[in-house]
Every structure is written in structure tokens, then in C-alpha cells.
């Protein structure tokens, strides 16, 4: 952290400022240059999270060098994390295809789509129980009831399950039921909700928000490993611009950067991002083409009919088509599916 | 609503839309332009919520006209809502201000904040005893003990308290402290939260998401009122953008155009949305200006002592001179403060 | 066209407005709605452009429905537009790939980044003369000195030379030079600039401005196209977001769109829209994978020593490893390098 | 300017970044945390500009911190500029309003609004003969023809003129009509109109890009001043975000931000802004508040007849209301009008 003192500073301040930052335990470093006094701070910055040093005399501004995470940093842990759901492995060399309807609607529908799924290769099953919605006026969801045929497609086909949580209360019953726990996109800084997920002990996959910027969302998962639970899988779902055409803007360069900055997975959600079928299946391929760890589609099998976001949802036929141009692109970005 | 279909959209398929309507219990009207053909929906849209049209053959895109929400919409309700809390009358004449520091950090420091508010003017006593912060090493708020602290400021001042609750669980227990239940821009599309507070009958400040459109955020306000509470006051306080020299961008026009949309009160919240005590003086006097009700203000006795978010915290004395201002801009706008 | 109008609208408010686009010499279609009035205007919108229709009486608001431009939208030309460049088609099966430096520093460095990125397959050469710089003090690009030395590369080595224009007295004389003209991004809306690139006659590159939406975009290539010239190939080099961990957010997801609104070709360009060469390469083959019909790359033999935007250029070897995995990626997306 | 260099940086490494620094003709100051060493850079960071330091070996990363900008920063210049026309100064005690069509149409119509804004308090008069359009199908116009009447109505009414230049090479012929050349937001980085413009010896407004930064918006001034020209008043008239009911978002902080940073005056446009006159009166009114210096307004005796902005656009009694409330507002915070 760089404490950028004003030119006409006096060397009183600057002596305060080095006063608190010592008292804190840290060191400092000053650095007098032609138009600025620079005050370098020595060691852990979040010693001096509830310090407004801003606001002291001559100072001109902070700057921070360090990223405030440290659990979810590869700096602090080079290799990458892989998250195991039985025999799957994510953040591995599979890519890993999550699919299924957006909201559970009844056992056909699921085990229907589970069905066609599993058979294009997928190996999580996809489906809203709780359903998080813009209007109090739409689908809410299945609830408990959804839950228990989530488990009961488990049961039929093998997938493992990932499924939404929506409130810290209900964490643990909808732990009973599914493999992985989601953290919707709106819920991302509900750190309440992140910190009963971490606690919870299942694997966490957590969307990022639609206003939230990638240091954000590595806080909100050093939310969850704070709690000790280091499974966590990042999910790129898009974020919100001035574009119309799309509902939200796939920020694929953030699968990069992630990549960058931090060990966890991260894979792909290329039907909220979109919200238009015609766009998942290139978004798809781009996607595993930019190094993601696997993806997360919406899959219905008669989305006219589908009782929450239909237009984004692939047919059956076309997500098996997509699945086969998956399969061929993969060895060549070093991955297998 | 409108469906477009396309120029080309079999006779079939445009009957086949018709029906999907009609049988929703809903009126169409066709009108067959040079390049479109249009089917007009008559009736509530909302029947139609859960139907994908855009999925079936022909259409081409769907458009809707009216707004979604009903409850929060000055086209069903034209007369401004007021929401009264004891003597004070927020959406009225009275231009309302609601003060205090960020974060509750003992019982000195909240109780020589009160008396200074009080002094100059204000109504309502901020402070936050659950603070969702983005790192988790950052201060966390003091919980329950912040809000007994809160309750007993409220018994020697007379203000009202505002403060924020961030969890479904902790709503009636906030509630039986606070007089108004701040919902939070991180929580603001946490529907299970919008939904207890809905139900806890007490008055809900709903400040605006970051990410959030107008259309979303009156949404919002309609899960709370769904609950049968129509106590909501909505909070502009800032929204993201690439402007990096601000925390957020003040979106002002927002309480304009919430003025003509909606029935509810808004208020502005300057110290958050700049994040900068520098900025708060002349983004409060705007906010006036522009026809907000009210405003909601970071005031500490030491900034520089601030457990949370001191940068932006405005001191006593520039607090007071601020409310001076006000007080002579508010006749000139049909206000009294 | 659609014009909402208020539920309390006068019939004689509502005869008014259809009086207005009737001399216009549209038709009228009135459906009358349970909240709200609409009329229908059939025929070419634009004719109306100049006729402010939501300040008359009784109009609640314009919904368009269809886009403005005509000429770039792919409902009145369906089939693909395919740019030649001597034996290169940019649109068609091939996948074409634009690189060089990003400015032109001196023959030396421009000769042997030629002879590089031919090797490795490109077709055309990419090269600033003129360069647009948010600081005054930053270097300015070596002008027609520059042109030359670009055109003396071509001939060297056969490749295509593209190569930026910043104002309408510039477009003859780089048009001289150059094969293709690009219009930057600042200056997508640069009108009088567009409409001399498209008098010229040459094929011209446009790129998305920063802050532009899709259609406004299309509605640029119209400007050009609007003189005779329809040889525009658009590239995206993504928007403005609050994301700061990328330069700009690459928007991929916008060329599925624009495949399907207009028949022009669209590429990318992960240079500038990421500014770190360490995204290039996975941004670069995600492009390809997501139907983009070419690339524009920044290669530097010796990036260290470039004088403009040197940490976002490829160096020679990471630039062939790219052209290798995006050659092995091609024909699974039906291409061909 | 601080060079972050990774934890594992050679001493070599460092050595050679230092070297590059100190062949630059600045001073190094290296610091050694325990996380990072940082190299400080003592002097002027422009030396450095086509320096790709990011790229030598061991760097993390590059931090800023001191602004690029020199000749519009108040570091340099703490005294605030005053741009004179006439009698009338622009950032000085006046609240300088300046008001028309949004273009000139007719003699008719603009000598009309020129009497009514001057009767209201006006000082210049506004009107565009030269319109950037999003779509080439609009109104583009009167040219010169337009340049003819603004300078008649100058004649008559004794009003300053401010009108759009949209090419380098018109700047002249508009300098010989016009009081103030305004660059328009398309234009902001438009380099080669800046700089003639600056060469043109008359006040530039100028206006801020939809999606530039404050930092950007300084730049692009400094390019005008560069030129030997600080006659320049700057125009904050919003910025785009994902918010869709307000044509942009007004970002009125960006007044106080810019008051703090640089010296020149600051104006604000609540018409193209907002896009709507309903949201005109309120937002002058902010501006007041929030400290700029000056507001253009469009005016149309006849918005409904407009060719160009109408809705926007506000009529004459609604203006002359507003005058009246900045009238009483202006002495409140420290203005007349």
C-alpha cells in the first residue's frame, strides 16, 4: 500500500501518518519525488483496514498494491484447486459440462432432460428449485419439492446435482439434496448466505454479479474459504453494459484473468449472460476456446413449453450438437471431455 | 405487449400465437405491416409471464409497453405515498434528513453523533449494527449489541433509527429496534429479504442496486409491497460505471424520473455513491434541488477515527453549514426542512 | 413503429397524431388496449425522424420495432458480404488474420514484422501511421512516413496493408497507401470521416467505439455504405465497462449478433480490448470459435522496445503458437486459414 | 509513478528497470516489502511514456500517481481559469446560462428563441448548423447557411454564439461566426479537431464523450491547451450506462470532482442528457447546486415542429420558470445570474 502525501505536506503529517501506520505493526518506506511525498507501507495492508488514513492531513490518496484477498490469490497458492464431485474433477484437464432446465418444473421434464444430458456427455445436472425472479409476479419455483427430484435424477442417471440457494436459512436443507450449491448472481455480496455456504462443507459454485468487478468477486469467494471450505468454483454468467442486444455482456477475458490472478475453477454460463439460444453455442465454443473449466447450459427439452426463461434454452438436438464440437475442440486448448 | 413476427410468418404460426394469447385469457389485435406483421396483446401481460412467444415460429421479437410493476406505479396509485414515521412525513413538504456515522461503534461516539443531527435539523438517526462489507477482514458491525445502542440513542434524542438488516432471519429481530429497515444495495434483488421485510410491517428503505435499473429497483419495491406493506421509501445511492474518480456515478435523474413512474418516496444518499466527504456537500444541495424527499448522510464526530467508510463521513461542523444551506434552497423548491 | 398512447387520451389527441404520419405518407393501425391505446404506423419509419410524435398530446412513448438502417441489416440482404483484398476474402470460408505493430516505428522494425506474421499466415498487415493518443505528450505515430514504409512492406512481401485514418483531408492519401482503411474507435462516430472512407471507395474497417451500442454501430457502417462503398468490415475491440482488470471488455458475444442482424464480416481485435498481451492468444481463439471472421493482432518483434502499446503485442513466437492452435481450431467452425 | 515488481524479481531484474528509469533522466527510490519491492520514479512519469516498463521481467505491474495531464490541472494552476465573451465571464461569480434550438431551422425560429432565452437571462445563444447524427437518415443540418443566421442573431440580440464544429477543416470558417467553438461528445477524442480547434484562438467548449473518463475528458482539454489555447470551458452531459430510461446518465458529480482537479470552468447539459424536458427543470436546478458554472439549454418555440431533438427540447414559459428558481437558488450557493 502507497500513501501519496501532498507536495506542500508538513513534516508533521507525514510523521502521524507514520505513526499510525507503526502503531499498526507495519513498516514504512518514505519516498520524497519532485511533485509528491510517497509513503510506502511494509507489510499486510488489512492491518490497517479500519484506519482512514485518507483522511489525515496532506494526504493526497491510497494506492493499493496488493490484492485485499489472499486465500483465492495463486500468488499465496500456486497450483490450481481442483474440485472433485465424485469421479469429476473440476479445474483438471476435463472439461466439465453442467446442463439442465433452468427451473425444475415436474419428474418427466427432469428426468427427461437429465436423460438426454447425461447421454451428450454432461455430468452435472442443472435445475432451479428456489428460483430468484426481477418480479414477484413470475415462477418462484418448485422448492423442496424440486429438490427431492433433483435427488431423485441423482439417483436415476448418476449426475451429480448443482442447485441455487437463496437464503442462509435454507443452506442446509438444500445441502441434503444437491452436490453443489450455487450463489445466483444477485446474491454474490449476500455475505451472509456466502458465509453459511462456506460452512456448509459442499462444494459452493459462485456466480458473479452483474455489477461486480473480478476483485469483487474473488473477496466474495475468500468469503466462503474463510469459513474453510476451499471448494469453491467461480462462474462467469456475464455483466451488465449499455448493450441491449444481449441481456448481460459475456466477459470471457475475465476466464483469463482469473486464470491470472487466482487457483480456483471457473467455467461458463453462456444462457443467462446471452438470454437468447442463438447465441449459447458459440459462446460455448469460445468459452472452452478461452480456457474455461467447464460450462453450465440451459437445456430443455420443449422450451416453448418451459416455465422460466425458455428463450434461452437449447433444444436437445442442438446442445448435442454443440457437445460434439466441444469434444473436437478440446484436445486441441489441452483438455479432454 | 407487442409480438413482432416476421414478414414471412406463416398464416399458421401467427394463429397458433393468437391462441397461446387468447387462451391466457387475453385480447389480440393483428395489425400486418410492409415489413412486420404485429400481433397487439389486450390484457394484463403478466398471464403471460411464464409463456416463451418469443420461442414460437414466426416471432420475431417480443416488446413490451407497460411496466411491469403495478403496486409501485403511479398510473394505478397517482397520489404520492407518505410514509409517517411519528411526526415526520416522508414524501410530504418536509425535505427529510436522516444522519449518523456509518457504522455504530460504541455508545459515545453514537450518542454525540445523535445530538449533533438532532441539533441541525435532522429526523431520523443512521447507523449500521450489520455491515455487509466486500472483504471479510474488514469490521463486520457490532450486531444486536450496535442496535441496543441504536434504541437507547432514539430514547434520549427522540430521533427515529434507521439501520440496515442483511438477513430474512434478522428481520424481526432488527425490527423490534429500528423504525425503518434499510434494505441494502447489495441486497436490494434479495427477494427473501424484500419478503420478510415486507411482512414485518415496518416502513423499508430500499436502496437502489448497483447494477439496478429503475424498472428493476420499482420491482423491488413491489415485493415488499406484494407483502401488503406499502411503507417503502427508495434510496438513490449511486450506480457503476467506468467512472473510476467517484466509488459510484449519482444517478440524480433517477429521482426525476422515479417522480413521474412512481408514487414513492425517494431519497438520496450522497456519502455512499461518492465516496468522498468531499463531494457530499454539493451532492446533497443537488439532490434538493432535483426533488428528492429527502437525504441519508455519513456524519462523524472523528472521522479519522471511523471504524468503517471515514473517508466519506462529513464532521460536525461542515454537516451543520450543509443544513444551512438547505434550509434556505428548500422554500425556493416547495420544500421545508 | 409503435406509438403508446395514455389511457386518458382525447379521441381527438389520438386523430391528431394519426394525422401527422398519415401525411407522411404512412398508414395507421389503432388497437385499443385495457391500459393503454396504441397506434401502429406501417411503412418506412424514417420518414417521420424529424417529427418529435411523444410531445403530442396525449403519447405516452415511441417503441421502434424495427432497426433504423437498412443497408447493413441482413433482413434486406441476407446473403454474407464478402470484402476482397486481391486473393483474400474476408467473409467467406476463410479466416483471415491482420497483424503488425501497433504504430510504425522504422523500415527495419515493420520489414521484419512483416516477414514474421506472413510466415505464420496472416494476409494482411496491420500498422499505425497516424496515431490517435489520449495524451498529447504520448507519440503521435510517424504520418505519410509512415504510409510509405507500409507501402514498401507490401511490396516486400505480397501482404494487404491496412493502416488508420483520423480526418476526412487525410482519407486521399491513405488511400493511396493503404488496401483497407480502418476508422478507430474514437472516431466511430466521426461522421464526416465515414462519409469520406466511404466516397474513397476503398474497403473499410470499422471498429465498434467504446461506448457504442450494436446498433448504433450498424447504423455507422450505414454512413459509409450509404455513399456506394459496401466493402465494410466491422471489428469489435471491445466496450467500456466498470471492469478495470481488462483495458476494455471484449464483447464476443457481439459478433453472434451481428451475424445475425447484417451480412457484413466481423473480426476482432484482443489487443487493444484486453491491453495485455497475456489475454491475447485465448481471446484470439475463442473469437474464432465464437464465428468471427478474421482477427487484427498486434505482433512486436521486440514489444520491450515498442513505442506504443507494447504490453498488449505479441511477441513473434507466441503470435505462431497462436496461428497454430487457431489453424487446428478452424475447420471444426467450418474455416479454413 | 511506482513499479511494482514480483516477490521472486532478480536483483538483476530490478537493476535493469532502474537503469531504463534513470536513462530517462529520472530518480529511482526502491522500497522492499514483504510481499512486493517497489521501484519509485522520481520525476516527470511522461519521460517514461513510450517505455513499455510492464514488460521487463520481473514487474508486476505499473501504478500511476500523478495525473497525466499538466496545463489543465489545478496542481499547476491552483487559480481558477475565467473564460471571457464579451462581458461575460464563464467560472467566475456569474451562473452563465446559455440556451437555443438544439439546430437552427430558419431565421424565423432561431431569432424567435434568441429573444425569448435573451429576455430570461441568457448570455449565448445555441443552435447547431453542422448536426452529427446516429443515423444518416436524420437531419443533418443547415451548414453554413445555419452559421449565416446564428451570426444575424448575434446582430440582433447582442447574444454570444456557441455552435458545433463536426471537421478540422471547418474550424476556420465556424471561428468567423461563431463566439465559442464547441466540440460535441462523438468528438472528444476526435485529436485532430482538438488540436485545430486549440490552433483556432477562440473558447472551446468542450464536451465530454459518452464513455470517456474525467481523466480522459482533462486529456482531451490538454490537447486544446497544447496548442497555446486555455480559453476552454468544459460540458459534463452524460455519461452511458445500462440504465435505459434517461437517454445517458448525468453524472453531476463529475462537476465537484472536476472543481477539485482542474481549474477550468464547468457547464452542464441537461437536455441531451436526460432526453427528455421532462427532467430539464430539475436537473439545472443540480447544477446550480452542484456548483457548475453555467448550463445549455435547449429551447424550441415549437418543439413539436423540431427538426431535430424536439422532445428534449423545452418551451418558453417552462424555461422562463426555471430561470426564476436559478434566479433565487444562484445567491445561495454563492452566484448571480
Not at 1 to 27: F, H, N, P, W, Y
Not at 61 to 83: D, G, N, Q
Not at 88 to 112: D, S
Not at 206 to 230: C, D, H, P, Q
Request: contains cysteine; charged residues 25%; glycine residues 8%.
Amino acid at each position: 500500500m502507497i500513501i501519496v502525501m501532498r507536495k506542500d505536506a508538513t513534516e508533521e503529517s507525514i510523521q502521524k501518518v507514520c505513526k499510525v501506520v507503526e502503531d499498526a505493526g507495519l513498516g514504512v518506506h518514505i519516498s520524497r519525488g519532485t511533485d509528491v511525498i510517497i509513503v510506502g507501507v511494509i507489510g499486510d495492508r488489512r492491518k490497517l483496514a479500519d484506519k482512514p488514513i485518507e483522511l489525515m492531513e496532506g494526504v493526497e490518496k491510497i494506492v493499493p498494491i496488493m490484492e485485499p484477498y489472499k486465500l483465492a490469490s495463486r500468488t499465496f497458492h500456486p497450483e490450481p484447486t481442483i474440485v472433485k464431485i465424485g469421479d469429476t474433477e473440476i479445474g483438471g484437464e476435463e472439461f466439465v459440462i453442467m446442463a439442465g432446465p433452468c427451473a425444475v418444473e415436474n419428474k418427466e421434464q427432469l428426468f427427461e432432460t437429465a436423460e438426454i444430458v447425461k447421454k451428450c456427455g454432461a455430468k452435472v445436472l442443472r435445475g432451479g428449485a428456489f428460483k430468484p425472479r426481477t418480479s414477484p409476479y413470475s415462477f418462484q419455483g418448485l422448492g423442496e419439492e424440486g429438490l427431492k427430484i433433483l435427488a431423485e435424477a441423482r439417483e436415476r442417471t448418476g449426475l451429480a446435482v448443482v442447485t441455487e440457494v437463496v437464503s442462509p436459512e435454507d443452506v442446509s436443507k438444500v445441502a441434503q439434496y444437491a452436490d453443489i450449491l450455487q450463489i445466483g448472481a444477485r446474491n454474490m455480496q449476500n455475505f451472509e448466505l456466502l458465509k453459511a455456504a462456506g460452512r456448509s462443507g459442499k462444494p459452493v459454485l459462485l456466480k458473479r454479479g452483474m455489477a461486480s468487478t473480478i476483485e469483487e468477486w474473488l473477496n466474495a469467494a475468500e468469503y466462503v474459504m474463510n469459513e474453510g471450505n476451499f471448494q469453491v468454483i467461480l462462474c462467469e454468467r456475464g455483466i451488465r453494459t449499455f448493450e441491449q442486444k444481449t441481456r448481460n455482456t459475456l466477459d470471457l477475458s475475465a476466464v483469463a484473468v482469473i486464470k491470472h490472478l487466482s487457483h480456483l475453477p471457473v467455467i461458463v454460463d453462456p444462457s443467462h449472460s446471452t438470454g437468447n439460444w442463438r447465441w449459447v453455442a458459440p459462446m460455448s465454443r469460445a468459452a472452452l476456446a478461452a480456457g474455461a473449466d467447464g460450462l453450465i447450459i440451459e437445456v430443455h427439452p420443449d422450451p416453448e413449453r418451459a416455465l422460466s426463461d425458455g428463450p434461452q434454452s437449447l433444444k436437445p438436438e442442438k446442445f448435442a450438437e454443440l457437445c460434439e464440437d466441444l469434444r473436437k475442440i478440446a484436445p486441441i486448448v489441452g483438455r479432454r471431455l
